[in-house]
């Protein structure tokens, strides 16, 4: 993951460790508090919201744990496309410029320009250089990119 991605991740866990889940927990003492658990479905909603926010901490804290941050920054520029890098395209089909940044899966967000590597447009990338054309085979049909600049950003 990018060092920026690893930043926001955890600023993500700890709001889901110290704000959201006292939040659930008080929600399940007051639903508790409602009697009858059998058919109280506030309280059923509330430990199943409780069991997918444990998932979603405990695949955060596994990525962080498991994870190779890059600070894309201190790696020299050359012009070719890597995990972590900013790329101006020039959509030839649309006949527009797109920019992209390739992170790692948890930190994309293609509303937001970032890509995940394993993303087929991401793989199609890497390893090239400024002023390849690029063609992307993705699962809505192929894409034609002319790559007009490479940043570490």
Same mark, same amino acid.
């Given at each position: 993951?990018?060092?920026?991605? $690893?930043?926001?991740?955890?600023?993500? =866990?700890?709001? &889901?460790?110290?704000?959201?889940?006292?939040?659930?927990?008080? #929600? @399940? !003492?007051?639903?508790?508090?409602?009697?009858?658990?059998?058919?109280?479905? $506030?309280?059923?909603?509330?430990?199943? =919201?409780?069991? &997918?926010?444990?998932?979603?901490?405990?695949?955060?804290?596994? #990525? @962080? !744990?498991?994870?190779?941050?890059?600070?894309?920054?201190?790696?020299?520029?050359?012009?070719?496309?890597?995990?972590?890098?900013?790329?101006?395209?020039?959509?030839?089909?649309?006949?527009?410029?797109?920019?992209?940044?390739?992170?790692?899966?948890?930190?994309?967000?293609?509303?937001?320009?970032?890509?995940?590597?394993?993303?087929?447009?991401?793989?199609?990338?890497?390893?090239?250089?400024?002023?390849?054309?690029?063609?992307?085979?993705?699962?809505?049909?192929?894409?034609?990119?002319?790559?007009?600049?490479?940043?570490?950003?």
């Amino acid at each position: 993951m990018t060092k920026d991605g $690893e930043i926001a991740i955890k600023e993500t =866990l700890s709001n &889901l460790k110290f704000v959201e889940r006292p939040k659930i927990s008080e #929600a @399940i !003492a007051e639903a508790r508090a409602h009697g009858d658990l059998k058919e109280n479905a $506030e309280y059923h909603a509330a430990k199943e =919201l409780q069991g &997918l926010m444990e998932a979603k901490i405990n695949e955060m804290e596994n #990525a @962080i !744990a498991n994870a190779q941050v890059i600070d894309v920054k201190e790696i020299p520029e050359t012009g070719r496309v890597i995990f972590g890098s900013t790329i101006t395209l020039y959509d030839s089909d649309n006949e527009k410029e797109i920019i992209y940044k390739i992170v790692g899966n948890l930190e994309s967000d293609p509303n937001m320009g970032m890509i995940s590597i394993d993303t087929p447009i991401a793989r199609g990338l890497v390893g090239k250089f400024v002023d390849d054309e690029v063609s992307v085979q993705t699962p809505s049909g192929q894409l034609n990119y002319e790559i007009l600049e490479v940043k570490h950003i």
